[in-house]
């Protein structure tokens, strides 16, 4: 066969895979082509599923999750391989008694395993700390000073707002004033108990990130109630509201109304972290401006939708270098409630579109949602809970794209100079033009009122070389520590492990 009778027939067999366009340009990948399958939905399919975390709690290299349920059990899950099994009671986690509604993740004791916070969604029933012992878990809330009481917990983050290298904790409540306890040595005691951030605003989501850049935390609350929001700037660990003066406060909501969640993303790929709010009433995006403002764009982007949102994650489900968001919603009254779920496809950072229409299998979340590549593979999975209702569940769907898709991705576990997982580092990728290809932080908590530990997944339009760049917050202030030339075909399905320097 000649030279070109060779080329046109590799042309034909491409344009008929659909690598290449009748033009000769290359195939955008389509979100609707791509397909979800339920995983081990027999094992999941239990009614009553709130709030769902991830997170190697054993160590041995994949992502295992845990779910808090109505009826006061904690289920735990070890990925074998890919498969799920069910070990929450053999560990020592409760089967029965007060519901807790929020879970999080953190090495609060920095002993290498990650330790397990349960929020009591009820007054009368103490949180509870489950210290991971290696064989087993074992509840210490009381011993180091973290039951909480009296108050109706939602999300708690484990974040060092002292960056003094352990985990300090933000507890937020439903029904009285959140709270902030500080890490000394494994102990807590609570701080800024008469003063900001230490406030009553029926919170239900809290996210910590450094708005401003200036190396410190910042807190943004979505309140319920008709509550107002906040945004709490931190100067050197003073906090001051400063929703007001940037008109973030969402002022003059109905009773009913309110933030319900919180999600941090870059949207638009422009290196600023962006706010998403799922609300009762319409949702909001506050684009970060890089200046220390927001303008709200849900309008504008196709977001600001009044679904009764109650959960919401970013993750780019097709990998072509921007963050999708899938939120869960219901609709109708106990015990008929009915999951009616979006999942919002980024269109370049211009505009999102709801694609569920396409995927019905995943519309079927009324909660927890978290995406997690749990096997690995480079796609970006899909895990929800479904509670509300006689039916339900805390279901796991694998994102089935094709494999070349699957492998423009690359996973990034960010770690301090001993090993341990650092929330709210940043890390950001540019391409060889030293332009920014895209923005993810260690998660300091969203979904609802969960908390995972999981490596970030980028999605890439190629698997060219990049440059990673991650920013540290430390006592100095933004520290950032930069691994150049990074070929993301030789990480398919690994982690690339960035350790900060003492």
């Given at each position: 066969?000649?030279?070109?009778?060779?080329?046109?027939?590799?042309?034909?067999?491409?344009?008929?895979?659909?690598?290449?366009?009748?033009?000769?340009?290359?195939?955008?990948?389509?979100?609707?082509?791509?397909?979800?399958?339920?995983?081990?939905?027999?094992?999941?399919?239990?009614?009553?599923?709130?709030?769902?975390?991830?997170?190697?709690?054993?160590?041995?290299?994949?992502?295992?999750?845990?779910?808090?349920?109505?009826?006061?059990?904690?289920?735990?899950?070890?990925?074998?391989?890919?498969?799920?099994?069910?070990?929450?009671?053999?560990?020592?986690?409760?089967?029965?008694?007060?519901?807790?509604?929020?879970?999080?993740?953190?090495?609060?004791?920095?002993?290498?395993?990650?330790?397990?916070?349960?929020?009591?969604?009820?007054?009368?029933?103490?949180?509870?700390?489950?210290?991971?012992?290696?064989?087993?878990?074992?509840?210490?809330?009381?011993?180091?000073?973290?039951?909480?009481p009296g108050r109706a917990s939602r999300q708690n983050n484990w974040i060092d707002v002292d960056a003094d290298g352990d985990l300090d904790?933000?507890?937020?409540?439903?029904?009285?004033?959140?709270?902030?306890?500080?890490?000394?040595?494994?102990?807590?005691?609570?701080?800024?108990?008469?003063?900001?951030?230490?406030?009553?605003?029926?919170?239900?989501?809290?996210?910590?990130?450094?708005?401003?850049?200036?190396?410190?935390?910042?807190?943004?609350?979505?309140?319920?109630?008709?509550?107002t929001d906040s945004l709490y700037r931190n100067d050197s660990g003073t906090f001051t509201d400063v929703a007001p003066q940037l008109g973030?406060?969402?002022?003059?909501?109905?009773?009913?109304?309110?933030?319900?969640?919180?999600?941090?993303?870059?949207?638009?790929?422009?290196?600023?972290?962006?706010?998403?709010v799922p609300n009762y009433g319409k949702n909001v995006l506050w684009r970060n401006d890089g200046k220390g403002g927001f303008i709200n764009?849900?309008?504008?982007?196709?977001?600001?939708?009044?679904?009764?949102?109650?959960?919401?994650?970013?993750?780019?489900?097709?990998?072509?270098?921007?963050?999708?968001?899938?939120?869960?919603?219901?609709?109708?009254?106990?015990?008929?409630?009915?999951?009616?779920?979006?999942?919002?496809?980024?269109?370049?950072?211009?505009?999102?579109?709801?694609?569920?229409?396409?995927?019905?299998?995943?519309?079927?979340?009324?909660?927890?949602?978290?995406?997690?590549?749990?096997?690995?593979?480079?796609?970006?999975?899909?895990?929800?809970?479904?509670?509300?209702?006689?039916?339900?569940?805390?279901?796991?769907?694998?994102?089935?794209?094709?494999?070349?898709?699957?492998?423009?991705?690359?996973?990034?576990?960010?770690?301090?100079?001993?090993?341990?997982?650092?929330?709210?580092?940043?890390?950001?990728?540019?391409?060889?033009?030293?332009?920014?290809?895209?923005?993810?932080?260690?998660?300091?908590?969203?979904?609802?009122?969960?908390?995972?530990?999981?490596?970030?997944?980028?999605?890439?339009?190629?698997?060219?070389?990049?440059?990673?760049?991650?920013?540290?917050?430390?006592?100095?202030?933004?520290?950032?520590?930069?691994?150049?030339?990074?070929?993301?075909?030789?990480?398919?399905?690994?982690?690339?492990?960035?350790?900060?320097?003492?």
């Amino acid at each position: 066969m000649k030279s070109s009778s060779k080329i046109r027939a590799c042309l034909a067999m491409l344009l008929l895979s659909g690598v290449i366009t009748p033009s000769g340009g290359v195939a955008a990948d389509n979100p609707e082509r791509q397909t979800f399958r339920s995983v081990q939905r027999d094992l999941f399919d239990e009614a009553g599923s709130l709030s769902n975390a991830w997170a190697d709690f054993d160590n041995d290299g994949d992502l295992d999750f845990a779910v808090t349920m109505k009826s006061g059990a904690i289920r735990l899950y070890r990925n074998d391989g890919g498969s799920f099994v069910s070990v929450g009671e053999a560990m020592g986690l409760p089967m029965s008694g007060g519901e807790f509604r929020a879970i999080s993740w953190g090495d609060y004791d920095v002993d290498g395993r990650l330790d397990l916070f349960a929020g009591s969604s009820l007054p009368d029933k103490p949180s509870a700390l489950f210290r991971n012992v290696g064989e087993r878990f074992e509840n210490v809330a009381e011993q180091v000073g973290l039951t909480v009481p009296g108050r109706a917990s939602r999300q708690n983050n484990w974040i060092d707002v002292d960056a003094d290298g352990d985990l300090d904790l933000y507890a937020t409540d439903r029904i009285g004033k959140n709270r902030m306890f500080q890490n000394d040595g494994g102990k807590f005691s609570q701080i800024l108990a008469d003063t900001a951030p230490t406030v009553f605003k029926s919170t239900v989501g809290a996210c910590w990130l450094d708005y401003d850049e200036d190396g410190d935390l910042d807190l943004f609350l979505a309140n319920q109630s008709g509550k107002t929001d906040s945004l709490y700037r931190n100067d050197s660990g003073t906090f001051t509201d400063v929703a007001p003066q940037l008109g973030m406060d969402m002022t003059g909501r109905a009773k009913e109304e309110g933030g319900v969640g919180c999600a941090v993303g870059d949207a638009d790929n422009d290196g600023h972290l962006d706010i998403f709010v799922p609300n009762y009433g319409k949702n909001v995006l506050w684009r970060n401006d890089g200046k220390g403002g927001f303008i709200n764009v849900a309008a504008e982007m196709g977001l600001d939708v009044e679904n009764h949102a109650v959960g919401a994650s970013w993750g780019d489900f097709d990998n072509d270098g921007f963050l999708d968001l899938y939120i869960t919603s219901y609709h109708g009254k106990t015990p008929n409630q009915i999951p009616a779920d979006a999942l919002f496809h980024n269109e370049g950072g211009k505009r999102f579109v709801n694609v569920i229409d396409k995927h019905p299998i995943v519309n079927d979340g009324d909660h927890g949602v978290e995406w997690v590549d749990y096997d690995g593979d480079g796609a970006i999975d899909l895990s929800v809970t479904h509670g509300y209702s006689a039916v339900g569940g805390h279901f796991l769907f694998k994102n089935s794209m094709p494999a070349a898709q699957a492998k423009r991705s690359l996973h990034v576990m960010v770690m301090d100079a001993s090993g341990h997982p650092v929330p709210g580092a940043e890390v950001r990728l540019y391409d060889s033009r030293k332009q920014i290809l895209a923005t993810r932080q260690v998660s300091t908590g969203g979904g609802y009122g969960a908390q995972s530990v999981t490596p970030l997944h980028f999605g890439l339009r190629s698997t060219a070389k990049v440059s990673v760049a991650v920013t540290f917050l430390t006592k100095a202030g933004r520290k950032e520590q930069w691994l150049r030339n990074i070929k993301p075909s030789e990480y398919a399905g690994k982690v690339l492990v960035i350790q900060g320097k003492p």
